[in-house]
């Protein structure tokens, strides 16, 4: 839920604010002075401000200033008189995104409070991006040393030069959305919307609504106009992963909404133009899909102008060094840890292993072995590998790697102190020594 911070010294009309705002789905904050809002800023994150021009002893021009200082992104909404139309106008010079007027229409207020949201939401979800993209070049969890790697590059390039609809296939843990996002920062809708959506994860009674949007009263529950995900991703990239879960009846309706460039929200008869670019993306064949009939062939030709290929990490070996590096020193500076590398063993083991989930995989397993390192080398019997990739198979054996894990965990979030371990185990202090016993767990390593 969005949340809203209305300032205002008028009590009767900051608690319509609220009331008008909270019954349009927001989650609303009020202070009736400067310096109320400015503590509320210090402590909460919003994502609107609505504020009067004139309070007392204040002026709308000052708290927004300081406003500005607290959080520099947060879009402002001033609520004005005639006679302060001026500083209004000066508000939105500053960098204000809007003013009304009063008395105002409450639908108004409304409407430039969701244009507000939406366009700060958009201004975060950019900033993210561009940071994934930093940290994903850095990381080379994409762009890897490889030959396989370094052509994905120049496609993602070439891919971000035009408009076509791009299909990127690869299999589960590759990195498809990051594919997807790298290729929306490399073209021409960079500072535009990137719309990520699982079309397997959309229960097929809620596509159509998702998709394409409705309008308010369009069925029961519909209370408020909704944007579909086309309309949200105008003038920017709609990214629609595990396009072959797609039932066949949505496929037919997506097939019309590509050719035609147009979408109807639900219970509208009012056609909305789409100005987007399409990428799609899918763990199966397509091709082997459209045999079976569960995939639609003239969708096939209109998603897949062009295809980029992501390579599993079995195919790219030489890239996993660099990723296991990057993956050490990430977690290591997140859960305060000193491991640096990895023993010729667990290098051994992770170069020999499949890695039937990938690079997500390989990003896990890191982090495991990370976190039951006390050291700054990490060894062979923390790299601890999934099922299908060598791990135990009988029940004893799982049971003696989740104690050994287990125990090795509460040492390290504990600092070694056996007695808190056996507390948040909830067993006797004996019990928990013989455990440490059992697998030659040293306390002292731990402090």
């Known amino acids: 839920m969005n949340r809203i911070l209305a300032v205002d010294d008028d009590p009767n009309l900051l608690e319509i604010i609220r009331l008008r705002l909270k019954s349009s789905g927001f989650d609303v904050f009020t202070a009736d002075s400067g310096e109320t809002a400015l503590k509320l800023l210090e402590k909460e994150v919003f994502d609107a401000a609505v504020l009067d021009m004139k309070l007392e002893g204040e002026t709308g021009l000052e708290i927004f200033e300081n406003i500005k200082k607290n959080d520099p992104e947060l879009p402002v909404i001033f609520l004005t008189a005639y006679g302060t139309i001026d500083e209004a106008v000066e508000a939105m010079r500053r960098g204000a995104v809007g003013y009304l007027t009063k008395p105002f229409d409450h639908r108004e207020l409304v409407i430039q409070v969701e244009k507000a949201v939406e366009k700060n939401n958009l201004s975060r979800e950019n900033l993210r991006l561009r940071n994934m993209l930093r940290e994903t070049l850095l990381a080379g969890n994409i762009i890897g040393r490889s030959d396989k790697m370094r052509r994905l590059n120049e496609q993602i390039l070439l891919a971000a030069g035009s408009d076509a609809s791009v299909y990127i296939q690869g299999e589960s843990g590759t990195g498809k959305e990051l594919v997807a996002k790298m290729l929306h920062l490399s073209s021409a809708r960079k500072d535009s ?3 990520a959506i699982n079309s397997s994860a959309i229960p ?13 009263g369009a069925f029961t529950g519909a209370n408020r106009r909704k944007k579909g ?8 990239t709609l990214f629609m992963d595990e ?5 066949l009846s949505m496929q037919a309706k997506l097939l019309r909404v590509l050719e035609n460039r147009e979408v109807y929200p639900l219970g509208s008869e009012k056609k909305i133009r789409l100005d ?3 990428v799609s993306a899918s763990n199966k064949d397509l091709t082997e899909e459209i045999k ?3 995939f639609r062939e003239d969708l096939f030709y209109r998603i897949h102008v062009m295809q980029l290929r992501i390579p599993p990490l079995r195919e790219r070996r030489e890239d996993i060094p660099l990723l296991a590096e990057h993956f050490i020193k ?3 500076a997140r859960y305060g840890r000193r491991a640096e590398h990895l023993s010729p063993q667990a290098f051994e083991k992770i170069m020999t292993c499949d890695w039937h989930g990938n690079v997500r995989e390989l990003e896990n397993t890191i982090e495991s072995a990370v976190v039951l390192t006390a050291g700054t080398e ?8 999934s099922s299908g990739a060598n791990t135990p198979q009988t029940f004893k054996e799982a049971k003696k790697e989740f104690e050994e894990r287990y125990a090795r965990e509460l040492m390290e979030i504990n600092k070694g102190n056996v007695s808190k371990a056996s507390r948040m185990a909830d067993v006797y202090r004996a019990d928990f020594y013989e455990l440490l016993k059992k697998y030659s767990i040293d306390p002292e390593s731990f402090r």
């Open 378 to 385: 990490i060894g062979a019997d923390a790299v601890r590998l």
């Open 330 to 332: 990430m977690y290591s």
């Open 229 to 236: 995900f086309f309309e949200q991703a105008q003038e920017g």
């Open 243 to 247: 396009v072959s879960e797609m039932p």
């Open 276 to 278: 987007i670019r399409l």
């Open 193 to 195: 919307p990137f719309v």
């Open 204 to 216: 097929e009674s809620l596509m159509e609504s998702e998709l394409f949007g409705y309008e308010k």
């Open 292 to 294: 079976k009939g569960t």
